[in-house]
């Protein structure tokens, strides 16, 4: 009866454990395939490939659009962040600890942006910025990309400081620290991996950002993503895997980097 | 009042106060920019699809509402999340199941690898199948090879890769979803069932399914609702014959710059999105007062 039992516990867990190897398999797939598409040699998309090669690496920067539109991408990221920290920080510590049903109901709206799609919001934005006189231009893009930003900062801020004990401010408030410094000695230090990660977030969505960016596209305003669309709808050659390489490259590191900051840090506190 | 009327102990204590709890005050340039950038630019857009060049109209919503054509988009739109929600799920839960219950020092690398694909752009992923599901890709020689096809099939404008192409997409939310729930169940409940004589199978439908059903619809909600806004993959891998209502606005907005219709077809989108949010709040307020 109990080595029956055993058997079949196994039996399950392998089963599922067969199921789960092919979920990953499935998941990884056409990842791989795109990294390994980007070191081939010939002129078509072929897998697996016959010789390698890093001429689709040189075609990107041979290519001026995807080299100027990668440079686009990085400031509107870099910079929408900035922007959804400076706003969205203050308010994250205004709201995180409040109990008053309004703070919850401001932290709600902070995060609703999340769950609207974007296109609609992009649609919405073109007239309405247009309208405002902004045009198409870049800042109404940095605009644009605040709005989706502002959400992964303030949430993750929040998720810390509501962890951290309030003790620890009051503490530097009764030790004689005036507002400022408390707020740079001891509060900022504290949520420094909320901050981290939320702009680490905004800055991976904001460069594979379509829905929004495509509204707003001229020839200096294009991100990534629309030249990466507009030549895989007219042209079907490794060169797209191989920038889709190198961004994966760019948001690898950014994750090791910001993952260093934070355990440094954390540690250190 | 000046500085010298307040006394020093209440002053350090007045500031002590105020570092508890920084003034709600602090929150308004970010809610004053997402009102003016967000809330605001949305509700122009319903007003304006309410007015075309002669005024006042219904006309864009008669023709969403009462066109076979624009009424199939929308309830493709909803069936195609409908499909790839229950897809996600699916797939998601026993990967979820695998991960809390068996996966043990396998964690880490079980989350990295969920996590991996949300590092690469949808343009990869998407690009990546088209490759894989390509006339010469490896599906096909595959397929050939273990003599089940004669002929490559045109894979890449099937509607199904487009359901394999959302799912493989959204399916991490489902599984870190339901994960998150699944970890917080007792793995004794289910045992005491078992020793009370239920079956492996029945332990799990009837304790620890039922115990997991907030992961379940905080998953489905978020997978739902995602799948709602998205053209991406259907533009890239439906070749034309998926069409829901953010693949149409895209093609209207790049072909006919019909901004009307366009933007009635965005508030359609609008209050299947704010109906979503509705019900991920009543989720979250019903598990706050639970927890």
């Not at chain 1, 980007?38 to 659009?65: H, K």
């Not at chain 2, 029945?202 to 304790?207: D, E, H, T, Y």
């Not at chain 2, 993959?233 to 149409?248: A, C, D, E, F, I």
């Amino acid at each position: 009866m109990r080595a029956r039992r055993r058997r079949r516990t196994d039996w399950a867990k392998v089963g599922l454990g067969t199921f789960v190897v092919l979920f990953f398999l499935f998941v990884m797939a056409p990842i791989v395939v795109v990294v390994v598409v980007s070191f081939g040699e010939a002129e078509f998309i072929s897998f697996p490939i016959q010789s390698v090669s890093l001429r689709w690496y040189r075609r990107i920067v041979e290519y001026r659009p995807f080299i100027d539109s990668l440079l686009v991408s990085l400031q509107l990221a870099f910079s929408s962040a900035l922007l959804a920290c400076l706003l969205g920080i203050p308010a994250a510590l205004a709201l995180a600890r409040s109990q008053r049903p309004l703070a919850q109901a401001l932290a709600t709206f902070l995060l609703a942006p999340l769950s609207m799609p974007a296109i609609v919001l992009g649609f919405a934005l073109l007239y309405y910025l247009s309208a405002l006189g902004f045009g198409v231009s870049f800042d109404a893009l940095l605009v644009a990309h605040t709005v989706i930003a502002i959400p992964y900062v303030t949430r993750n801020v929040i998720a810390v400081y509501r962890a951290v004990p309030g003790d620890l401010e009051e503490a530097a408030a009764i030790l004689g620290a005036g507002r400022f410094e408390t707020f740079r000695l001891v509060t900022l230090p504290l949520i420094k991996p909320g901050v981290f990660a939320g702009s680490l977030f905004a800055i991976l969505i904001s460069l594979d950002n379509l829905p929004i960016s495509f509204f707003f596209g001229t020839s200096s305003t294009n991100t990534l993503p629309v030249v990466m669309l507009s030549y895989l709808q007219n042209q079907f050659d490794p060169s797209v895997a191989a920038v889709c390489t190198v961004q994966m490259a760019l948001a690898v590191v950014a994750l090791l980097v910001v993952e260093r900051i934070g355990d440094i840090r954390s540690a250190s506190v | 009042m000046t500085a010298g009327d307040i006394a020093a102990v209440p002053a350090r204590r007045r500031r002590a106060r105020r570092f508890v709890g920084l003034g709600l005050g602090w929150s308004l340039l970010a809610v004053g920019f997402l009102l003016a950038f967000f809330l605001l630019p949305l509700i122009d857009n319903g007003i304006k699809s309410f007015f075309g060049p002669d005024g006042f109209s219904t006309a864009p919503y008669r023709k969403l509402l009462s066109d076979p054509y624009y009424l199939a988009v929308t309830w493709r739109t909803l069936q195609v999340s409908a499909i790839v929600t229950v897809a996600s799920l699916l797939v998601g839960y026993p990967v979820a199941y695998f991960f809390v219950r068996y996966a043990g020092r396998w964690q880490t690398l079980m989350i990295m690898l969920l996590i991996a694909p949300l590092l690469t752009s949808i343009i990869m992923r998407t690009f990546g199948w088209q490759v894989l599901f390509a006339r010469r890709g490896v599906v096909n020689v595959v397929l050939r090879d273990l003599g089940i096809i004669e002929r490559p099939l045109n894979l890449v404008n099937d509607p199904a890769m487009v359901y394999v192409g959302l799912v493989h997409v959204l399916v991490p939310f489902m599984v870190l979803s339901i994960a998150a729930v699944l970890q917080r169940i007792d793995p004794r409940l289910e045992e005491s069932a078992m020793i009370l004589g239920a079956g492996r199978l029945r332990a799990f439908l009837s304790v620890t399914l039922p115990l997991s059903l907030d992961g379940v619809a905080t998953g489905c909600i978020l997978v739902f609702m995602l799948t709602n806004g998205s053209f991406i993959t259907m533009l890239l891998l439906g070749g034309g014959n998926v069409v829901t209502l953010p693949l149409l606005i895209y093609q209207q907005f790049n072909l006919t710059r019909d901004t009307a219709f366009a933007g009635a077809m965005g508030n359609v989108l609008l209050v299947f999105a704010v109906a979503c949010l509705f019900v991920q709040l009543r989720l979250i307020a019903r598990r706050g007062v639970k927890a």
